[in-house]
């Protein structure tokens, strides 16, 4: 039967009793919760401030040497003398570490990035441009607290917050692959607060590649000259400078005016056999000559950890090693002393898990590296 069929009272029946449902339906609804309004942004606590510049950070060296930017790593005088590539990788802030004490529950961290890449692509952002907080604990040891995490070139966060009212230790690593205009901590107010100059010892200076430079540890604290740092409860610079660590002498000059506890020379991954034969014995002379009392600490380069793979890339790091092996052993015969070496092949361990992507280190690699230096420094630095 269709509705054309149907008598007109039925129809009118059927219209209606639809709209009685439908608005029966309508009625038992719920009504429509309101909109909940988007949580505000808490307000920042009312925080004291301090500039870390104020009284100094470990891993600047020359402080004396005008810079144009405070966090530079080399001092003005060597624009021009060294290569451009290593001059603007100096303005990194890599190895630079801030030292106080604190009873705070809060700490924050406001710093302006000299560049607006703040991360790369093996790399996250966290070690190319954080700073990373330790702290001792109850038994004196160096135990991680937090990082920030930029997002922006000027960082004003957060490091910690929640924590107990107790006086401690602080360290704070600064970027490692990001140049800083400015860094100042913030504590809530009331709070206690000493800033830690830099210790008087002199520092183990490293030389090296972007290895060294802390590529691709996590955070700046992770970076194995980080690590020794800690370990050895000693002062370290960090000289490591990304594609472009080649014993270059306008570097050794720089050196030669640095009082070192010890030297570390780890340049090998940006150098080939021919380079390491002529240049390694040149740099070790300039710097012995300058200071023939300071141990110099020769590094071979890390095996890849995919080399086992890659048959030409193995071959190469024998060949590097041998060089490197040549030039110390005909040191060694010329009679130059406090000479030492660090051999590579277990850097990165051995079960092809120590880097992020076969040349650079991720943090079980620099934690494997540092395991593999520290027996070989802490016995010179007891001299």
């Given at each position: 039967m269709?509705?054309?069929?149907?008598?007109?009272?039925?129809?009118?029946t059927s219209f209606?009793?639809?709209?009685?449902l439908?608005?029966?339906?309508?009625f038992c609804?719920?009504?429509?919760?309101p909109?909940t309004?988007?949580?505000?942004?808490?307000a920042?606590?009312?925080l004291?401030?301090?500039?870390?510049a104020?009284?100094g950070?470990?891993?600047?060296?020359?402080?004396?040497m005008p810079?144009k930017?405070?966090?530079?790593?080399f001092?003005?005088?060597?624009?021009?003398?060294?290569?451009?590539?290593?001059?603007?990788?100096?303005?990194?802030?890599?190895g630079m570490?801030?030292?106080?004490?604190t009873?705070a529950?809060?700490?924050w961290?406001h710093?302006?990035?000299?560049?607006?890449?703040?991360?790369m692509?093996?790399?996250?952002?966290?070690?190319?441009s954080?700073?990373?907080?330790?702290?001792?604990?109850?038994?004196g040891?160096?135990?991680w607290?937090?990082?920030?995490?930029?997002d922006?070139?000027?960082?004003?966060?957060a490091?910690?917050?929640?924590?107990?009212p107790?006086?401690r230790?602080?360290?704070?690593y600064?970027p490692?692959?990001?140049g800083?205009?400015?860094l100042?901590?913030?504590?809530?107010?009331?709070?206690?607060f000493?800033g830690?100059?830099?210790?008087?010892e002199?520092?183990?200076?490293?030389?090296?590649?972007?290895?060294?430079?802390?590529?691709c540890a996590?955070?700046p604290?992770?970076v194995?000259?980080?690590?020794?740092?800690?370990?050895?409860e000693?002062?370290v610079?960090?000289?490591?400078?990304?594609?472009?660590?080649?014993?270059?002498?306008?570097v050794?000059?720089?050196?030669?005016?640095?009082?070192?506890?010890?030297?570390?020379?780890?340049?090998?991954?940006?150098?080939?056999?021919?380079?390491?034969?002529?240049k390694?014995?040149?740099l070790?002379?300039?710097l012995?000559?300058a200071h023939?009392?300071t141990?110099?600490?020769?590094?071979?380069?890390?095996r890849?950890?995919?080399?086992?793979?890659?048959?030409?890339?193995?071959k190469?790091?024998?060949?590097?090693?041998?060089?490197?092996?040549e030039?110390?052993?005909?040191?060694?015969?010329e009679?130059?002393?406090?000479l030492?070496?660090?051999?590579?092949?277990?850097?990165l361990?051995?079960d092809?898990?120590?880097s992020?992507?076969?040349s650079?280190?991720?943090?079980?690699?620099?934690?494997r590296?540092?395991?593999?230096?520290?027996?070989?420094?802490?016995?010179?630095?007891?001299?």
């Amino acid at each position: 039967m269709t509705l054309r069929s149907l008598p007109l009272h039925s129809l009118v029946t059927s219209f209606a009793a639809a709209l009685f449902l439908s608005a029966a339906s309508s009625f038992c609804q719920a009504p429509a919760a309101p909109a909940t309004p988007a949580p505000a942004t808490p307000a920042p606590p009312k925080l004291a401030w301090h500039d870390v510049a104020e009284w100094g950070v470990e891993g600047r060296a020359w402080p004396e040497m005008p810079r144009k930017r405070w966090f530079q790593r080399f001092p003005d005088a060597a624009e021009g003398k060294v290569t451009p590539s290593v001059w603007g990788l100096s303005q990194d802030s890599a190895g630079m570490m801030v030292r106080f004490k604190t009873d705070a529950t809060t700490v924050w961290a406001h710093y302006v990035l000299r560049s607006e890449k703040l991360a790369m692509p093996h790399m996250p952002a966290t070690g190319v441009s954080g700073v990373d907080l330790y702290a001792r604990d109850e038994h004196g040891q160096w135990r991680w607290v937090s990082v920030t995490k930029p997002d922006k070139k000027e960082v004003n966060m957060a490091i910690v917050s929640g924590m107990e009212p107790k006086m401690r230790e602080y360290q704070a690593y600064l970027p490692l692959y990001n140049g800083v205009e400015s860094l100042d901590l913030g504590v809530n107010e009331g709070a206690k607060f000493e800033g830690l100059a830099p210790r008087a010892e002199k520092p183990i200076v490293f030389y090296g590649t972007s290895i060294t430079h802390g590529a691709c540890a996590s955070r700046p604290g992770m970076v194995h000259t980080a690590i020794l740092g800690r370990h050895l409860e000693w002062p370290v610079v960090n000289l490591g400078f990304s594609g472009n660590g080649k014993m270059d002498a306008a570097v050794g000059d720089f050196l030669c005016k640095m009082d070192a506890a010890i030297y570390v020379i780890d340049c090998l991954p940006n150098m080939g056999p021919a380079d390491v034969r002529q240049k390694c014995p040149a740099l070790v002379k300039q710097l012995h000559t300058a200071h023939p009392e300071t141990p110099i600490v020769l590094v071979e380069d890390r095996r890849n950890t995919n080399s086992w793979i890659l048959p030409s890339r193995d071959k190469f790091h024998t060949e590097n090693h041998a060089a490197l092996r040549e030039s110390y052993d005909a040191l060694k015969k010329e009679g130059i002393a406090n000479l030492y070496y660090i051999p590579g092949d277990a850097l990165l361990g051995d079960d092809a898990e120590g880097s992020t992507d076969g040349s650079h280190p991720n943090d079980l690699g620099f934690m494997r590296q540092a395991a593999v230096f520290e027996p070989v420094l802490k016995p010179l630095l007891k001299k």
